[in-house]
């Protein structure tokens, strides 16, 4: 367990930065790999705004619940055999919390500057992220169905002779979904997003709104990691030691987040809240479904 | 804190641009610049650059936009003339190595840290509402329950101006909305966007910006005309029916709009923030302030 932990602090901060990096290929802005950690420095000595009348206390403690979530979420993630730093029976269940309860930390983090735009960008996140959620919620019953457990590390090794992501190939397409409302990112980012001019994150700066990108961050290696587990098989694979296999499904399952939010619109949420409950929320209840009927006696 | 400082040199500068008279354009060719970052707030900015003119009436939202940029800070007057006395001008097409040289200024703060009305104290609880709601404290209207416009609850309503340099609005226009939640219940015109000029109007720029609003950052050198833009759902991600559907991909074949928005007071009422903001932006610069002007002379 304290192995586990320690490898994970250790290779989170590095995890980071390679999404970090992963935000800036392509875009054509060069320093692709210096620039976000020169970026975050700069931000670092810039200094914390205030705002009129605000709700100082939880301004203050948003961004650190939302890192703290992620690396809880990411706690439960088996790095190899028997090296796991929470090994829970209901490994599920807490991650299953640490996504609900981000819902929670996103909307303290738009209303405790008590200003319009993020407070706007607050309400909208909450609409959405319920049925984000309830999504995942059933997703992840479905993985836990042919391990019959909802351990994190019984649902790993019971993809050793398929991985979910063929034995239940819905579920990895819907669960990039909830990826990306959890790291408010591209199709689903109705926290922070340009049309409410940085929504949540609007009224901050210096270290809080560096927290805040730092958190987002390690919310993106906390579901990647949680993906490669759950879908892909975790420390599963020949040849490669167990840890350097997740490492590399991980990274994998990073750098598609971060396309996938960057290729698609995203639509008013209006008609985003009619996607979720109507199209995907059904999807996923048939794949729960199809699980269900394939693991009968 | 000197590995910190280290780094922070080889930074990009966050620039907010505040958008004048024939300035869209302008500001749109400097997001592709390496060396400086375009931000959505003026919290997340280092530099304030104003770009294209803006008259005097202007001033005192400039000053409030100055003010919300975090200590140190530096403006830059691109083809601007200045309405206070600190930055340099630039009158050529590069305004860079003014936006460096701004990056190491520290400018004062050029308003009073005050409300804009003093407490007047009036009611039981002091901003003369109803219980603690509503009322105007300090000048500014406070949310006050009112009847939902969609559904018949009952939802906080609550009325501020925004604009004239909110970077999701047209540059220039200033709107008082009355919001419950997201939904704008009404709007009024108080100004007109700025005049931008033909360049405004382009077809790459218009289709950029409005990309950009869904999430979509691919800058005016998107190759107009290649499926590109479609493929990536931006016109299955507009509501149906609006003509907004129809207006990006006009601008997404290279075609010109020339679709006259409604009255912006008769159009937004109903409408979500991100449709609303969506909706204004399909329209060309040029025709809408043409509309809004008319708008704001009735």
């Known amino acids: 367990m304290i192995l586990a932990a320690f490898s994970l602090l250790v290779a989170l901060p590095a995890l980071i930065w390679a999404a970090a990096v992963f935000d800036r290929v392509g875009t054509g802005r060069g320093a692709t790999v210096l620039g976000p950690l020169c970026n975050g420095a700069a931000l670092m000595l810039r200094p914390n705004t205030s705002t009129e009348a605000p709700d100082a206390l ?3 403690l948003a961004p650190g619940w939302y890192l703290a979530l992620a690396l809880i979420g990411l706690s439960v993630v088996p790095l190899a055999p028997g090296i796991v730093a929470s090994e829970l029976s209901t490994g599920l269940v807490l991650w299953g ?49 042919p391990a019959q457990s909802l351990s994190v590390v019984e649902v790993v090794e019971a993809q050793r002779g398929l991985w979910n992501v063929i034995r239940q190939p819905l579920g990895l397409p819907l669960f990039m979904g909830l990826g990306l409302a959890v790291t408010l990112r591209g199709p689903l980012d109705y926290a922070d997003g340009a049309e409410l001019a940085g929504g949540t994150s609007a009224e901050e700066s210096g270290p809080a709104l560096a927290l805040w990108q730092f958190a987002r961050l390690a919310m993106l290696v906390a579901f990647s990691a949680m993906a490669a587990s759950v879908f892909l098989g975790g420390y599963l694979g020949p040849g490669l030691p167990g840890p350097v296999w997740l490492l590399v499904k991980t ?47 | 804190m000197s590995l910190l400082s280290a780094l922070a040199r080889g930074a990009e500068i966050p620039v907010f641009p505040a958008i004048g008279t024939q300035g869209l354009a302008l500001v749109e060719s400097l997001r592709s610049r390496p060396g400086i970052r375009l931000v959505d707030t003026p919290r997340h900015a280092r530099v304030l650059l104003v770009a294209g003119e803006l008259d005097s009436q202007h001033l005192r939202s400039l000053e409030r936009l100055h003010a919300q940029l975090p200590a140190p800070r530096g403006t830059v007057w691109w083809q601007a003339s200045p309405l206070f006395s600190h930055g340099p001008r630039v009158p050529d097409d590069d305004p860079l190595a003014a936006i460096r040289q701004a990056a190491q200024a520290d400018e004062p ?22 219980g603690m709601m509503g009322g105007t404290p300090y000048g500014r209207p406070m949310a006050m329950t009112a009847d939902d416009i969609r559904d018949g609850l009952a939802l906080d309503a609550y009325t501020a101006c925004f604009g004239p340099f909110l970077p999701m609005l047209p540059p220039g226009l200033v709107l008082e909305l009355t919001l419950q939640g997201d939904v704008i219940v009404s709007a009024q015109m108080a100004s007109p966007p700025f005049e931008q000029g033909p360049p405004g109007d382009a077809p790459n720029l218009c289709a950029a910006r409005m990309l950009r609003l869904m999430g979509i950052d691919i800058g005016i050198d998107i190759d107009i005309g290649s499926p590109r833009a479609r493929s990536r759902g931006a016109l299955l991600a507009l509501p149906a029916g609006s003509g907004m559907r129809r207006r990006l991909a006009k601008w997404l074949r290279g075609d010109h709009v020339t679709e006259d928005p409604a009255p912006v007071s008769e159009a937004l009422p109903g409408l979500e923030w991100t449709e609303a903001v969506l909706w204004l932006a399909s329209f060309a610069p040029a025709r809408l302030r043409a509309v809004c002007t008319k708008e704001a002379v009735t």
Not at chain 1, 105 to 117: A, D, I, Q, Y
Not at chain 1, 268 to 296: C, D, H, K, Q, Y
Request: contains cysteine.
């Open chain 1, 97 to 145: 919390a640490c996504e609900a309860l981000t819902v929670v930390v996103v909307f303290l983090h738009g209303w405790s500057p008590n200003s319009p735009l993020p407070l706007i960008g607050a309400y909208r996140y909450v609409a959405i992220g319920l049925p984000a959620m309830l999504l995942s919620m059933f997703v992840l019953i479905a993985a836990a169905l």
């Open chain 2, 109 to 130: 703060v050029l308003r009073p840290d005050l409300p804009p009305h003093p407490w007047q104290g009036i009611g039981p609880h002091g901003q003369g509402g109803k």
């Open chain 1, 58 to 60: 939880n301004r203050l």
């Open chain 1, 251 to 297: 990274v994998a399952v990073m750098a598609a987040t971060v396309a996938a939010g960057r290729w698609f619109a995203r639509t008013p949420p209006a008609r985003m809240l009619t996607f979720l409950w109507v199209i995907l929320l059904p999807l996923s209840f048939a794949n729960l479904a199809l699980v269900g009927l394939e693991v009968l006696p």
